[in-house]
Each structure stands twice: as C-alpha cells, then as structure tokens.
C-alpha cells in the first residue's frame, strides 16, 4: 500500500486572469479522512478536479494512488461532484449498473454490487423506477451509491453535506467512515469548517487560492498553544471584561468564548465568577475551534461565507 | 473502440430507442412524407372520381366546333347546341343561360381564331380537369374542321395529336436503369439524408445540452475520456439513426413487394414502375458508407456547437448556420438530381459538407468516373477526421462549462490550445 493517496505539488491553475489555485501542496496519507476548507471560491472544487484529472493543471505534479491519474487509477476512485447529476431518464438499477462499468467492472459484478447497496439503503422497491421519478433525498442516495458501488480505494466528496436533509447526512457521514475503516482514504471539501471539526483526521485550508493551513487536526489545535473556556451565564457578566487574565472575549449574551492570556491559570475564572453575584450554568475547558484557527489564519474577511453560502 | 466508449454508445442508444419519441418519429415521419409528396395528386385523383362531365349548350355562330365537340369530348359529357337566329348581345345571353338548367353555355364567335371569341359561361366553379378537356375537346374539334375544309374527314384526331410513350433507359457498366424509377430512389436518398443530418443533429445539441443542465457530465468526468463521452454519444445516436432507416428500409421492401393500392397507379402516372426498380447492392452501400460518414462530419460540428452552449435559446443561434448549410445542400441536390453531369455536380461531390447528400443521388440517376468517387470520399473521410478533431478540442474545455456561452475568442483559443 502507497502511504500517500494523493500527492500534490506545486500546482497551478488559472482561468484567464482568474488564479483558482496557485503553488499548492498536498498529502494525503492512505487511510486518512481529509478535509479540504475554504470559503466558497477558494479554489477547493478546482483542485478536485484536477486530483480527478478532470482538468489539467497550468503547473505542477499530480500522483493519485502512486502514479499518475490514468484509467487504472481512475476505476479506483469514487467521486461525487457539487453539482449532482444523474440521466432522468434512465432505470435507478441500469445506472448504477452503467456506472459502475465505467469504473471497469463487468455488468455482472456492477449489478450485484447495486443489488447489495439499495438493498442495503431501503432502495431496493425502487430499482427499475426511472430517476426522475425518485425523491430528491433518494437521488442523492443514488448518487452516494454511484461513487462507491465499484469498491473504491480513494472517495473525494466535493461538499458532499450541501444541501441534504439531515437523515442523508448521517447516512453519508456513516458510509464514509465505513469506507475508512475498510482502508480507503476519503478527500472532502466544505465550506462547513464545523463538518471537518467532527469527521476529518487531517484538514487543509485554502483561502484566495492559496494553503493556509494543512495538517493533522489534533497537531493543528495542540500548535494553536491555547484553549479557551466556554461559559455559560445568568447575571450580570461585565465583570469578565475587568479581568486581566482575559484575553479575548467573545460575548453570545449569556454565552462566553474566553481566550486566556497567555500562562493564566483557568480556574481564576471560575472564582472570580463565584465572587460575583452570577449563576454558572457552565463551565468548559475547550481547545480552540477550527473556525477560531482559521480565522485567526485566513482573516476574517476570507473566512466568512458569502450570501450564497451557508448550510 | 474502447469498452468505456462501448458502454456510453450503448446506454445513448437505448435511452433513445426505447423512448415513445422513437416509435412516433419513425413511423409517423414515412406517412408524413409520403402524405406531402402524393395528397395533391392523391386529391385530384379522388375528386376526379366524383366530378362528371358537365352539361354543356352551345352556341356557334361560326358552326366549325358544335359538330364534332361532342365525340372530341367523349360520353361524360353532354353537349346540346342551342340555336339562335339573331347574334345577342352579351347581357341577353346571360340572362337566357340563367333560365336554363345548364352547366355552361359554350359561345364560339364567327371567327374563333379570334382571341376571346371563344366564352365558356358556367353556372359553378369549373374544375382544372374539365377546364383542360374542354380545351382540348374545342382544339380536336377546330383542327377536325379545318382538315375537312382541306377535304380530308373521317379522321380521329386523338390518334392523330398521340405522341409516342418514351421510356428513357440509361445504359450503365452495372446494367440497365429506368431514369424516372431511379430520379425518384435519387430524391429518396436525398431527402432521408437532409432528414436525418437536420433531426439527428439537433438530436446531439439537446443531448449535450441535457448532459450539462442535469450535471451527470461531471460524473462523467470523472470515469472516462471526453473523447470516449464525444464517440459514445456520436455512435449511439448515430445507431438510432441507422435503426429508423433499417426500419424505413423494411416498410418500403415489404410494400414494394405487396403494394401499396393507390401509391403504384400515383407513381404509375408519373412513368414509374416501381416492378422494374432493383436496387444494386453496390449503390446501397455507397449510400450507407456516405450517410456514415456525412452524420459524423455534421455529428461532430453539432455536437462542438452543443458543448459550447449554455443553454437552448443559444442553441438556436449556433445551430442555425448549421442547418443552413445542410438545406443548401439539399437544394444543392434538387438541381443535380436534374442535371447530373453538371459541373456543380462535380464540385459539389468534393465538398464534405455537401458531398454526402450529392453523391448517392447522382450514383442513382448516372455514372459518377471512379477518380471522382474516390476523391469525394478521400476527401469526405478527411473532412470528418477534422470535425471529429475540432469538436473533441471543443468539447473537452466546454462541457465543464455552465451558465454562460462561450464568444467566438474563447472557442478559438480552445481549438488552439486545448
């Protein structure tokens, strides 16, 4: 087994004077579940489709499962785009089967594998309706099937969690670590930073084209070197402002995001908080959030979703 | 061919085959066809059933034409002199023939040389039929009284005006051909491929077009070549085109062999007779090797014009110079068919954007020289490697691109730099 299953370097890609991706690196380890972050337009969809070979960088080296993205590799990997689409009009068994040839495997082999997968998602009633005669949930589900009905060593989801009803998204959340535990590596993108928070080991933030940050998310928060309290409160809470060991504060109204100076001791919060006249409803010791990382990385301009972002 | 490409010409193939547009266009086309090209004739043919001859007075103040006009215009009509002893003015004559229970009143002046001495007063709507036998009942009977003022009578003027029934039979390496019988296969040829060129080629605009606002293209993407997506869908809509022809093929076979009641005596009249019509194999697979190669020529440019498109009000606007080049060709073939061995003939076999509806018309109606032939086809074969080459250029760049057409500029530089 190759211990990388995505190898990036250097590359760049420009569409006229537009720079979607410029100089970047990337590796992700076999068996990892990546996360690539960004806000919207930060180049994430772009370099999937180049790890895809979909389009060709300006500049730079692709290696996907230890060599170059060729039809071999291609068979291996499984890929589901932002956009999802599906043929209308065709049977939901025919096209997973059709798909599924695609990645190399023989008809019989795909419809097996088809079989067991809508058995296995409560689809199987509804294998030779037409797709556009599904539910939108159901074509999603089909959808997740065609990225994985051929077996793949390596997932690359691009937002995969946009847009689905909450039972989808559990389910989704469900295959991928499925997939992991049986050994393939999965590369997803969001713009969702508390979506990586739960499920990635390793994450990768790209702002205005460029890598802010990349790394294994416990590496990522350790080197933050600080933690922060949550706080809940009834009362009056101006008394935290006075407090020198108080770094930062960000105020939800009976709720607290407390960064520590630096060496100040947590436990003087919570006295201070005894000796005035308020109610502590609670009390947490917190690694930083990802979104603090990032923000505090990309600027807070960058990070920020545009209107037509958001879950 | 490879297995991936195999499997996309596949799937387009069924999706299409299988729709209900499929039965629809394939049989409801052959008897819209045959429906514009014979209803006129088939029209006159039935009213001509129900439509006798008219029952005529006249009145003939030269006394050359009454006489002989009832045997010139045989039993159907009935043909009654009518007498006058003093010429009436015009207004009177009206007035008497709405008395009677005529159909019309013939009025032949005292010198019917004369131009407009010859009036025909009818109480309805003559019919171009009777207005024809009419005119050639009063010639009949005119010539039958100037032969006897040169003393010669008893004779049938209907023999004497026959003329001889040629039928023009064209001598070829290959053997014998009816040209009216084969002007008609040469119409057929042309007609299917201007057809199936149009409607196939729309066919492949809206395919890529769907391709690309249902976002499967993406999917797509991600498995196979875009050339292997480009084939796939050239051949597999290419196949159903094929599939409508074999089946038009074995209509029109069965019909030659039973017969249409009604088609034989059309075409009949025309001087066809589809029993002496046999297609040699030879100049059927020349049309089929040209209808190949033509569809994936035109294909090819639909399918470049397709991917470069955002959507289907811009389609229309790419699509048409397309299509105008294809009903150029077609009016193009409408003049050779004839005229064969005209010299537009000669280049227009040369042209690849032309050559696949010239070529297999002027096979069927005349001998095409062998260097002709084989610089038609060297040189269509090498038009379709370059539609093929420029519209796997376009497609590639363009069919990840959505919302917005793609300018003039912007195609030009994917051409050039892929």
């Known amino acids: 087994m190759i211990d990388r299953a995505i190898h990036l370097q250097g590359i760049a890609k420009s569409f006229g004077a537009q720079t979607a991706v410029e100089d970047l690196d990337l590796r992700v380890p076999s068996g990892s579940i990546y996360g690539l972050l960004g806000p919207n337009g930060a180049g994430k969809t772009t370099t999937l489709r180049i790890v895809l070979d979909i389009i060709g960088p300006d500049r730079g080296r692709v290696e996907v499962l230890g060599s170059q993205v060729d039809d071999a590799v291609r068979s291996r990997v499984g890929y589901l785009p932002e956009e999802r689409g599906l043929y209308p009009r065709m049977r939901v068994l025919d096209h997973l089967i059709f798909l599924g040839t695609l990645k190399g495997m023989h008809r019989g082999e795909a419809r097996a594998a088809a079989h067991h997968w809508l058995e296995r998602l409560g689809l199987a009633e509804r294998s030779t309706d037409r797709v556009d005669t599904l539910s939108k949930g159901m074509q999603q589900k089909v959808q997740f099937l065609s990225t994985v009905v051929h077996d793949p060593d390596l997932l690359i989801l691009d937002e995969p969690f946009g847009g689905l009803d909450p039972l989808n998204v559990d389910l989704l959340k469900e295959i991928v670590l499925e997939r992991q535990r049986q050994g393939s590596t999965v590369l997803f993108s969001t713009h969702r930073i508390e979506d990586a928070e739960r499920l990635c080991d390793r994450v990768c933030m790209i702002a205005g084209a460029r890598k802010v940050l990349d790394g294994p998310l416990g590496e990522i928060k350790a080197s933050a070197g600080r933690r922060e309290i949550l706080l809940g409160l009834e009362g009056d809470a101006s008394f935290l402002r006075e407090l020198s060991c108080v770094r930062r504060l960000s105020d939800h109204g009976n709720y607290f995001e407390i960064r520590l100076a630096d060496g100040a001791n947590p436990q003087e919060i919570l006295e201070a908080a005894l000796s005035e006249n308020v109610r502590v409803r609670h009390f947490e010791l917190a690694e930083p959030s990802l979104r603090e990382i990032f923000l505090e990385r990309a600027g807070a301009r960058a990070a920020e979703p545009g209107p037509e972002a958001g879950p | ?418």
Do not use: C
């Open chain 2, 1 to 418: 061919m490879s297995r991936k490409a195999w499997a996309i010409t596949k799937r387009e193939y069924l999706e299409r085959v299988r729709a209900r547009w499929f039965l629809v266009a394939t049989f409801g086309l052959p008897v819209v066809l045959v429906g514009l090209i014979f209803l006129p004739e088939l029209i006159v043919f039935r009213g001509a059933a129900g439509e006798e001859g008219l029952n005529l007075g006249v009145l003939d103040y030269s006394g050359r034409v009454a006489g002989d006009l009832g045997a010139a215009l045989g039993d159907e009509w009935a043909v009654q002199p009518v007498h006058e002893e003093h010429e009436r003015s015009e207004g009177e004559l009206r007035e008497a023939f709405r008395a009677t229970s005529l159909d019309g009143l013939l009025i032949v002046g005292a010198d019917p040389d004369e131009e407009g001495s010859v009036r025909l007063l009818a109480r309805r709507v003559i019919s171009g039929r009777q207005g024809r036998e009419l005119r050639g009942g009063i010639r009949d009977a005119l010539v039958a009284a100037r032969l006897r003022e040169h003393g010669i009578e008893e004779i049938d003027t209907r023999r004497l005006f026959r003329g001889a029934d040629l039928r023009i039979i064209q001598v070829t390496p290959e053997g014998e051909r009816s040209r009216e019988a084969f002007q008609i296969v040469a119409m057929l040829f042309a007609v299917v491929t201007y057809m199936m060129f149009l409607i196939y080629g729309q066919l492949i605009v809206r395919a890529v077009l769907e391709e690309k606002s249902s976002n499967v293209v993406e999917v797509m993407m991600s498995s196979v070549r875009p050339w292997e997506m480009m084939l796939g869908k050239m051949f597999g809509v290419g196949a159903v085109g094929l599939t409508q022809i074999a089946i038009w093929a074995a209509i029109g076979g069965l019909l030659s062999l039973y017969g249409l009641p009604g088609l034989s005596s059309v075409l009949a009249a025309e001087g066809v007779d589809l029993s002496q019509l046999r297609l040699p194999i030879g100049l059927l697979a020349w049309a089929l090797l040209y209808f190949i190669l033509g569809y994936l020529l035109y294909a090819g440019l639909f399918l470049a014009a397709g991917a470069s498109l955002g959507n289907e009000q811009d389609a229309q606007q790419v699509v048409t110079p397309l299509v105008v080049i294809i009903v150029v060709g077609f009016i193009l073939v409408i003049g050779i068919i004839e005229s064969p061995n005209s010299s537009w003939a000669v280049v227009g076999s040369l042209v690849p954007l032309f050559s696949p509806m010239i070529v297999p018309a002027r096979l069927a109606i005349s001998h095409v020289p062998a260097m002709e032939l084989a610089g038609s086809v060297s040189l269509l074969v090498l038009g379709m490697l370059g539609s093929a080459w420029l519209a796997g250029r376009i497609y590639r760049v363009a069919i990840l691109m959505s919302g917005k057409r793609a300018n003039l500029a912007e195609v030009v530089r994917w051409i050039r730099h892929g």
